[in-house]
């Protein structure tokens, strides 16, 4: 085995990149990630009547969303067909394999008697120890493995443990088909061996295809992966998950605004854990991921832990980054982009408004005094609080906010003065500012709305408000 740790992700590009093979890649992007390994992608593109150009884009796009980068090209399972053929016409000669002549009515009246028989149905073919002398000429065949007919054959996987299958319940698996072309379990191996894949991490729904698929490394004297098949994720209801639960697509959790390193990081947790570790960036995630921390029972998926990530993430996240994202997820949810002022404001008030949101309409939503324009609207309970008095207060305060410096410990005495000339507390002037400036009553502190819109803007708000 190579001394580099290479690992694949190999989807099918027959529709979006689900939440669960999202999942798969992370787990082997950080094991080889962490290792100082490769990781792969491998489009499994045999099924040529599914497989579209369209969904291959959805897959990619959903992998440089989440930030897994691959080495190298993409393979392409199609392209390699002949390579898949040649290794079958190869196990021939080495004997690991034959041709089987038998029609498809003789296996089925095989596998009928044996049913009746009161045994497991498994096809064994009068073909596997026949002369070649007895072939029947121009005939059509298929080239089938020969697969152990007694004893086991042993999975020693790593998430799983000991997995042991008896050999009588497997049969002689066809591996190239009469038209010639090759079945999948002999090409996902074939392209493994040829990638150089020492670890293959995949959902447990491939273990009964481990067994088989061993057996053809096994029979063209090939070194067998590390297998580590890892549990699929339901809904929080416990079931498959599915459209009922919502979301399952990759890329609708970025229309939907979390932020990739948050979903990085609860996927990561979500059926993999190392001690206490809760929340980590993808850098430390690397350093800790290991086999061995993979549970054996199906995870659930739970939105609510999943914002608490992001909103870990979101408050972690550097200005320059966030706003970045926060610009894809615009594009990504079909909403308008920011204009170049919008833009600028949103630069100077990410520091605090990123510290209490866990997802990018929530930080919009936060934000909406910088994205309103004049005359701001008030919501009801805003305008409950410019009543006539406080419409006063803000028509006294304007004057002094022209000539003042701009800067929080100078605004701060100049509000403080003015709510105690009007005999009220700085709570009571807040909520008419916080009505004239944002159009509503839940807003950030209004020095930060200040200090972002900055004078002009505010002076001109309050102004508004007053009338």
């Not at 065949?141 to 799983?160: C, F, H, L, N, S």
């Not at 416990?238 to 459209?243: A, F, R, T, V, Y």
């Not at 949810?333 to 990410?350: C, D, F, I, T």
């Not at 009505?435 to 508004?464: C, F, H, K, N, Q």
Request: net charge negative; glycine share 8%.
């Amino acid at each position: 085995m190579s001394a580099q740790v290479v690992t694949r992700f190999a989807p099918s590009p027959t529709g979006y990149l689900h939440i669960g093979g999202g999942r798969t890649a992370l787990f082997n992007w950080l094991y080889a990630r962490g290792r100082g390994g490769k990781f792969l992608l491998r489009i499994e593109d045999t099924d040529r009547e599914r497989s579209t150009p369209e969904a291959m884009a959805a897959i990619l796009r959903g992998l440089t969303w989440l930030g897994l980068d691959w080495d190298g090209d993409v393979v392409s399972q199609f392209a390699r067909k002949d390579r898949h053929a040649e290794v079958a016409h190869e196990m021939l000669v080495r004997g690991t394999a034959y041709k089987c002549f038998s029609t498809q009515e003789e296996i089925a009246a095989f596998r009928a008697a044996e049913e009746a028989a009161g045994r497991y149905p498994v096809f064994l073919s009068p073909w596997r120890d026949a002369d070649p002398a007895t072939h029947p000429e121009g005939a059509p065949y298929v080239i089938r493995m020969k697969a152990p007919r007694t004893g086991e054959t042993i999975i020693d996987d790593q998430v799983q443990g000991r997995v042991v299958i008896r050999n009588e319940t497997l049969d002689d698996m066809i591996v190239l088909r009469s038209d010639g072309t090759p079945v999948y379990m002999l090409a996902v191996v074939v392209d493994d061996h040829d990638m150089g894949v020492t670890h293959v991490i995949r959902g447990d729904d491939h273990l009964n295809n481990a067994a088989r698929q061993q057996m053809v490394y096994d029979a063209m004297g090939w070194q067998v992966p590390v297998w580590a098949h890892i549990p699929l994720i339901h809904g929080p209801d416990g079931k498959k998950l599915s459209k009922r639960h919502g979301a399952t697509g990759v890329e609708e959790y970025q229309a939907m605004g979390y932020p990739a390193a948050g979903m990085r990081n609860y996927l990561t947790r979500l059926g993999w854990a190392h001690g206490d570790a809760e929340i980590f960036t993808s850098e430390e995630a690397m350093k800790m991921f290991d086999l061995s921390g993979i549970g054996r029972a199906p995870a659930r998926l739970d939105f609510k832990k999943l914002e608490n990530t992001c909103g870990h993430h979101m408050a972690m996240a550097e200005d320059a980054a966030l706003l970045h994202e926060l610009r894809a997820y615009l594009a990504a949810a079909g909403r308008e982009p920011l204009s170049e002022a919008q833009n600028v404001l949103m630069q100077r008030a990410l520091p605090f408004l990123k510290s209490s949101v866990r997802t990018f309409p929530e930080l919009l939503d936060k934000a909406s005094f910088l994205m309103a324009s004049r005359p701001i609207m008030q919501d009801s309970k805003a305008a409950e609080a410019l009543d006539t008095v406080s419409r006063g207060i803000l028509k006294s305060l304007t004057p002094r906010l022209q000539t003042a410096s701009w800067t929080k410990e100078a605004l701060e005495p100049i509000l403080t003065e003015i709510a105690a000339e009007n005999g009220i507390g700085f709570g009571k002037l807040a909520a008419p500012l916080r009505a004239a400036l944002a159009g509503r009553t839940v807003t950030p502190s209004v020095y930060d709305m200040m200090l972002t819109i900055g004078r002009e803007e505010t002076v001109a708000r309050l102004m508004d408000a007053s009338q």
